[in-house]
């Protein structure tokens, strides 16, 4: 997994540059699997990314970077590299059809962990992460990847909730949704377990776990990398890093005062 952190911008085609650079240096493993581009020529300010973590399993990633301050995301089975158009199932909304899924952007620090599986993009100025792509998933024959983030935009809220450690799955509220469900379903609801820090008798000492991931009644498997904390104590800044086991964890933490709308800890390996 890679690590990467650098300055963006909220105008644009900015994201689509900062994916471009982190899927073509740092997104497949030594034997080839992974993230690639998979269409260069889309259309101003589109990206389209192909994720690939294994022989069984790939869906299709469309950034459509034209708007100030926000990008729409799609999902797609495949895309057509001709016809510049996305191929079979697709996943382009939340819970409300008339809300597209969304990744918000703001002038500041953006980091990125990546892997074959998976990207989680972090917009620190809006305290704000997202997670794009498989779970570690707990049955690899089940080509399942996920989506966390916004399926609405308000510029008004300024950053008043944090996608990875927060769910609404309702109008102008983080969405957790899978892609495709084990059960062959697409574009379903995703839940998180658990939200908060478990104390393990009989010290009091508390873990740090990946949060796993729900469709249904299906378990799907874990966020790769990410504890999504919600709003339990104890509290760490967005920017502050927590070491457990020699492992630095970085914290994002949406907050609107001094109320917090959710936090998360990324793992910086």
């Not at 966390?148 to 769910?167: A, R």
Request: contains cysteine; glycine residues 12%; hydrophobic residues 35%.
């Amino acid at each position: 997994m890679a690590w990467y952190g650098g300055y963006g911008y909220n105008t644009e085609g900015n994201l689509k540059a900062f994916f471009d650079y982190i899927i073509s240096n740092y997104g497949q493993d030594l034997s080839g699997y992974g993230w690639t581009i998979k269409d260069a020529n889309a259309g101003p300010n589109i990206g389209v990314y192909q994720c690939q973590p294994d022989a069984n399993s790939k869906f299709v990633l469309v950034i459509k970077d034209n708007q100030t301050g926000y990008a729409y995301v799609e999902y797609w089975d495949d895309w057509d590299a001709d016809t510049h158009s996305g191929v079979g199932n697709s996943m382009t909304y939340g819970c409300n059809s008339s809300y597209k899924l969304q990744i918000w952007k703001r002038a500041g620090q953006w980091f990125a962990a990546i892997d074959k599986d998976r990207i989680v993009y972090v917009s620190l100025g809006m305290n704000m992460a997202y997670y794009l792509g498989y779970p570690d998933r707990f049955d690899k024959i089940k080509d399942t990847p996920v989506f966390v983030g916004w399926d609405n935009y308000f510029s008004t809220q300024n950053g008043g909730y944090n996608p990875l450690g927060y769910w609404g799955n309702s109008a102008g509220y983080p969405e957790w949704r899978a892609f495709r469900s084990a059960e062959g379903n697409y574009n379903v609801s995703l839940l998180a377990y658990p939200g908060p820090f478990i104390s393990l008798a009989p010290n009091s000492k508390y873990i740090c776990m990946e949060s796993l991931v729900v469709a249904g009644n299906f378990c799907i498997g874990k966020l790769k990398g990410v504890f999504s904390k919600w709003t339990q104590a104890p509290i760490l800044y967005s920017g502050q890093r927590l070491q457990i086991n020699g492992t630095n964890w970085f914290v994002v933490r949406a907050s609107s005062g001094t109320t917090e709308y959710g936090a998360c800890y990324i793992k910086e390996e």
